[in-house]
């Protein structure tokens, strides 16, 4: 599985990726604002280290005017997925980038339906949000898993990108229904790493070390 972070923090991008966690990023206007930056130039500087698809999303409500940005936005780097909501002008504009040859992702994905027609406009990516199904007492990771049955009925090589990721247990439930990417923020993404029992063991470790009185360097 795929890993892309949700975030237009450079910083924390840099930080992961240095790790070779960083297959891509997903950013979206509620990012933007929390980055306080200017949506061209940041996603720019994005682009200019990560290698893979770095998902920048239009912000217009009619095809035509999405189409207009989502060629701007992908005029930025090579490795822009142009993110346009899951609406009928979204998945216009998703059939006409994509014919274009640009990556589409397909955002606010709630229902298998949605999946399956973002899939036939041509889309790259669909993004289900599990965490916002989960706030509502839906089931997300039954959502995902539905997703991939209809794909994998089919063979649409739409890949499923599982996004709205809160928890570790979403990470570990998506690699096992065979999400092809999920994307998280870099704390839930950082937080994959601890285990109450890695803390005690390495604790006693530390203990017994200590009495060792050795030193390796
Ligand atoms: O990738 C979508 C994500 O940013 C939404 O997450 O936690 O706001 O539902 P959340």
Redesign the pocket.
């Known amino acids: 599985m795929k890993f892309f972070v ?1 975030t237009a923090d450079v910083d924390a991008i840099r930080e992961l990726h240095a790790l070779g966690m960083v297959d891509g990023v ?3 206007p ?2 933007i604002l929390k980055s306080g930056r200017d949506i061209l130039e940041v996603t720019r500087e994005i682009c200019s280290f990560v290698e893979g698809p770095v998902s920048a999303e239009v912000v217009a409500l009619t095809a035509d005017e999405m189409i207009a940005e989502g060629r701007k936005l992908a005029e930025i780097a090579p490795n822009i997925a142009v993110k346009v909501p899951l609406t009928w002008d979204g998945l216009k504009t998703c059939k006409v980038l994509s014919d274009e040859g640009k990556m589409v992702n397909v ?1 606010l994905c709630f229902s298998a339906n949605q999946a399956l027609i973002a899939a036939k406009a041509g889309a790259t990516f669909i ?1 289900p ?4 199904l989960d ?1 509502i007492n839906l089931d997300g990771l039954e959502l995902i898993s539905d997703i991939r049955q209809v794909y994998d009925n089919y063979g649409f090589d739409t890949q499923i ?1 599982a ?4 928890t570790a247990n979403h990470v570990t439930q998506c690699a096992l229904i065979g999400a092809d990417v999920m ?3 870099p704390a839930v993404i950082k937080g994959l790493a601890n285990h109450v029992l890695t803390d005690k063991g390495l604790e006693q470790f530390m203990k017994d070390w200590a009495k060792t009185g050795q030193k390796i360097i």
């Open positions: 949700d997903t950013t979206n509620s990012l955002t993004s949000f599990i965490g916002r706030d990108l996004a709205s990721i809160r994307t998280a923020p």
